[in-house]
């Protein structure tokens, strides 16, 4: 029974100290160099050539120029559509209120201008930020938190 024991209690420490290396390897290979950079966990090459874009490095591979304007360009496209949206809400809810309609915010208005704003202010769109920053403290009080 004892030696029973003992096996059971080598293998338990057998397998701790295998899961214990393995957190290890795991923690100082693939998450430090993240760490050691303050490069967050979450970037692929998209998001880094946009941040390569916004840090005005030079690069003088011309593909890669234009991979990157291309992105961007694509990024504002959204940015753009994300704008009309944002207006049609805004106009919805300035027309709820006018004609005396009882507005509902979980029905009527989606708070999708706090998205807006966070995008903008990733790409760097700085006017539109301080543009819908203020209506959203005059129309949509609601939306901020």
């Known amino acids: ?3 029973t024991l003992k096996s059971i209690f080598k293998y338990y420490i057998a397998y701790f100290i295998f899961t214990s290396i393995l957190s290890f390897i795991i923690a ?3 998450i ?30 011309e593909s890669v120029n234009e991979y ?16 009309i949206r944002v207006d049609s809400l805004l106009e919805n809810k300035r027309t ?3 004609n005396g309609i009882a507005f509902e915010q979980h029905k009527d208005i989606d708070c999708s201008i706090n998205f ?7 790409l ?22």
């Open 96 to 98: 709820l209120l006018k």
């Open 32 to 61: 430090a160099p993240y760490m050691g950079n303050d490069k967050a966990l979450g970037l692929n090459n998209e998001n880094t050539y946009i941040l390569l874009k916004s840090e005005n490095i030079k690069i003088k591979d």
């Open 116 to 122: 807006f704003i966070e995008k903008a202010q990733i």
């Open 28 to 30: 100082y290979f693939f």
């Open 1 to 3: 029974m004892i030696e």
């Open 68 to 83: 990157i304007n291309e992105r961007l360009s694509y990024y504002n496209k959204y940015l753009e559509n994300e704008k």
């Open 124 to 145: 760097g769109k700085t006017n539109l930020v301080k543009e819908y920053t203020n209506l959203r403290k005059k129309e949509m009080p609601e939306c901020i938190y």
